[in-house]
């Protein structure tokens, strides 16, 4: 390569990261990771056996109504007990509700059915197909 060429290409890339550095910058959204979700949640519940892949669904369901910030500020140690109360019943319910806004995470997976392990969500077959209820139970 000339050495032209080499000293445009040098001053195309100094320019080039000139202009990239003096552009604003969009502040990344104050939101938690799902790793830390998790910790918060599991801290919160009482309960280490929690899904991760439930604690993302949770999470992507409080910041998609607003609450990122306001995690971040529960984990931190903050006093948000109205949201720590919401954590602990969207993690039973399986719904996620903030004002009158809701999401629906799971329902099944609730955490409801593990405290109430004498039944089963309705509508959910867990002790065999069609008739499963005329046989005597297995003791």
Excluded at 54 to 65: D, P
Aim: charged residues 15%; negative net charge; contains cysteine.
């Amino acid at each position: 390569m000339p050495v032209d060429s080499r000293r445009r290409a040098l001053l195309l890339g100094t320019a080039a990261a000139a202009l990239l550095t003096a552009l604003p910058r969009t502040p990344r959204a104050a939101s938690l990771t799902a790793e830390e979700f998790l910790t918060l949640s599991q801290e919160l519940t009482g309960k280490n056996d929690l899904d991760p892949a439930l604690a993302a669904g949770y999470l992507a369901a409080f910041e998609e109504l607003g609450q990122g910030a306001a995690l971040m500020h529960l984990a931190a140690g903050g006093a948000e007990q109205a949201l720590a109360q919401e954590l602990v019943a969207a993690w039973y319910s399986g719904i996620v509700r903030i004002g009158q806004q809701q999401r629906l995470v799971t329902y099944e997976e609730a955490l409801i059915w593990s405290a109430m392990d004498y039944t089963k969500p309705p509508g959910f077959c867990s002790g065999g197909g069609f008739g499963a209820w005329a046989k005597a139970p297995q003791l």
